[in-house]
């Protein structure tokens, strides 16, 4: 599970991928909005990975 | 005096002030319970090593996003747009990075009783000179950060209509005089107000400030069009040029984070490993207030505020947009936000000091009662030293010595996180890696006039880097050559040794 961790580092560290204005989000910008969505899903992935090794403790 | 001083906003101010001071003050009897261990380190340097889950958010929440973020991340957006936003995937990936290697560390620190990184090194390889490189980089790299913290108060209380030193003293007074009494335990109750305080500007500002300006789509407008009359390596996206050091400033950002004495002291204080767990699914939240802050960079563009330095944008903003009473509430938010981290980095630095500096070198059989002695003793040093640095140095001095303090801090990351992994590197290797990575970072930013990134050229291709992250390389590289000699000689002896 512990994978999962790499794809913020993968989402983010590349940066070609987001660096548009298109398609804008509540007068957001896509580089702007792209990097904030990031932040929840960060937090789900490191909660799925820490559900999965609770227990393991 | 000057004779614009906002009368409404400085008592605002003064209220909010003398309310942390008291709750600074009250702090050394809060969280005590059963196992309070005394007169010990553990108590002053780690609050009783026993925060929850709770504490431990609003603790490293208010140390690791520090009051100087809350002007500097803006400055930097309104002067060159996104780049300036590499901010924000730093302070997403930093948390994986977290989850992976901090519970470790805690619970290697806790068996053994570790306060510090260097006290970690050193129980590893017992090792005197690593240890001393740990303890001594750390130490190099708090200091310009306090100062920081002092430039980011300094900033609001200009723009009070306060001139002259003395206001800024006596805050870093009263607030070495409670860390002293309190110890962790202050700046750990101060985080809560500071906190809440910070949440409810930032977000009475991304919605009030857009709406007087035209919401965001207006925002983003506004900046956009003075960065094209600006010109050069600016504007709301990145230029092509921007993609490498925008991710390698993220990258070692994120990696340097949570080496600094100041972060690693939120980690070390929490009461278990599930602590840190849960705080790396949730501390994520302060990335989004950050990610709010930075756009108080692009407001202040929407806002046509004009502003002497880029630092004073924030308030500028503050000023203009907001009632007086809220500017006032939102510049104390600020200054109490300096206090936090100001107060944790000052106790991290004090535990290096004490814990391996006095203790091996002065005083091998001190006791963990005379360890608080010695630590809170020095922290009025330490407290003492940045605000001399601000007041007699120029603040420029500071930004430059926190910049390579990054690059430096980041080059304690192999001797403090590798052994985790594995049991095999020798200190020498570590030693040499350190070396390598200080020198030829420090000496590379120093030649391209103290800038984070570096130009390197490979072939006829070019790229430009964070030079931490090069000087992070070298160190890697370096430490694994003499690893392998290291390991060659150790096999040669081995069989003579029968």
Known sequence: MRWLLALPFVGLLWVPFYNHEDPALFGFPFFYWYQFAWVPVTSFLVWLVDRSERGEE | MAANVNWTALAVFLFFFALVTVIGFAASRWQRGRSHKGAHLDEW?????????????????????????????????????????????????VYPIVFLIMPRLWQEARRAGHVTAADVVYGRYASRPLEAVVALTGLLATMPYI?????????????????????????????????????????ALIAF????????????????????????????????????AKGGATGILLQ??????????????????????????????????????KNAIFLPAYTILLGLIALL????????????SNNDVVPALFNALFPSWF????????????????AVMSIGASNLFTRNFWKPYVRSDITPAGEEKVAKLVSLVVKLGALGFVLFLPTQFALDLQLLGGLWILQTFPAVVFGLYTRRLAAPALLAGWAAGMV???????????????????????????????????????????????????????????
């Open chain 2, 327 to 342: 500017a006032g509430f939102a510049f104390s938010a600020i200054a109490i936000g300096a206090l936090v981290p100001a």
């Open chain 2, 45 to 93: 340097g780690l609050g009783g090593r026993n925060f929850g889950a709770w504490i431990t958010w609003f603790l490293v929440g208010g140390d690791f996003y520090t009051a100087y973020t809350v002007i500097a991340v803006p400055a930097l957006v309104y002067a060159v747009g996104a780049y300036g936003f590499f901010a924000l995937p730093y302070t997403i990936i």
């Open chain 2, 240 to 277: 092509p040029e921007q993609y490498l050091p925008f991710a390698t400033l993220a990258l070692g950002s994120a990696l340097a984070a949570f080496m600094y004495p100041h972060t690693l002291t939120g980690i070390f204080a929490a009461g278990s490993a599930r602590t840190i767990r």
């Open chain 2, 440 to 498: 030829y970072g420090t000496w590379t930013a120093y030649a391209d006039g103290v800038k984070p990134v570096h130009k390197l050229l490979l072939g006829v291709h070019s790229y430009t880097v964070y030079t931490g992250l090069l000087a992070l390389a070298v160190n890697v590289v370096v430490l694994v050559l003499v690893q392998l000699v290291v390991r060659e000689a150790g096999q040669r002896r081995a069989p003579a040794a029968h």
């Open chain 2, 147 to 187: 100062a920081l913290q002092l430039v980011g108060m300094q900033v609001v209380i200009q723009a009070l209509g306060l001139s002259g030193e003395f206001p800024l003293a006596a805050a870093f007074v009263i607030l070495a005089l409670y860390t002293y009494s309190a110890g962790l335990r202050a700046p």
């Open chain 2, 297 to 308: 960079g692009f407001m202040g563009h929407a806002a046509n505020v004009a502003v002497k």
């Open chain 2, 193 to 228: 107000v500071k906190d809440v305080m910070i949440y409810i500007v930032v977000i009475a500002a991304v919605v009030i400030v857009p709406a007087r300006l035209g919401g965001y789509g207006q925002v983003f407008s506004a900046a956009q069009a003075s960065f094209a």
